[in-house]
Nanobody, 114 residues
Framework: QVQFVESGGGLAQPGGSLRLSCAAS????????MGWFRQAPGKQREMVAI????????YYADSVKGRFTISRDNAKNTVYLQMNSLKPEDTAVYYC???????WGQGIQVTVSS
């Protein structure tokens, strides 16, 4: 059974940056596309970004295009989300997701506020 450890969340000021990490264990990480999702209070979970097994980003939500970058290091079994130019509306719990196994991280809080 795959398990994830997410890190890098917290409080950032508008215009600031955070980098989320999601380290996986218990699966052959390189075989699966990975994604980041987020869920704000009172809203449905939404897809933020997806990256292929080979490391090519192939989806960004319109709301994060040009500001967020998804990447992965298969040697470290880790997927990242670099978040720049953060806005208050980016405040949410962020989850990593492994497609194919339909596995989810525990979620990590990101709060953007002055």
């Amino acid at each position: 059974q795959v398990q994830f450890v997410e890190s890098g969340g917290g409080l950032a000021q508008p215009g600031g940056s955070l980098r989320l990490s999601c380290a996986a264990s218990g699966s052959i990480f390189s075989l699966y596309a990975m994604g980041w999702f987020r869920q704000a209070p009172g809203k449905q979970r939404e897809m933020v970004a997806i990256i292929t097994t080979g490391g090519t980003p192939n989806y960004y939500a319109d709301s994060v295009k040009g500001r967020f970058t998804i990447s992965r290091d298969n040697a470290k079994n880790t997927v990242y989300l670099q978040m720049n130019s953060l806005k208050p509306e980016d405040t949410a719990v962020y989850y990593c997701h492994q497609f194919g196994s339909n596995s989810w991280g525990q979620g990590i809080q990101v709060t953007v506020s002055s």
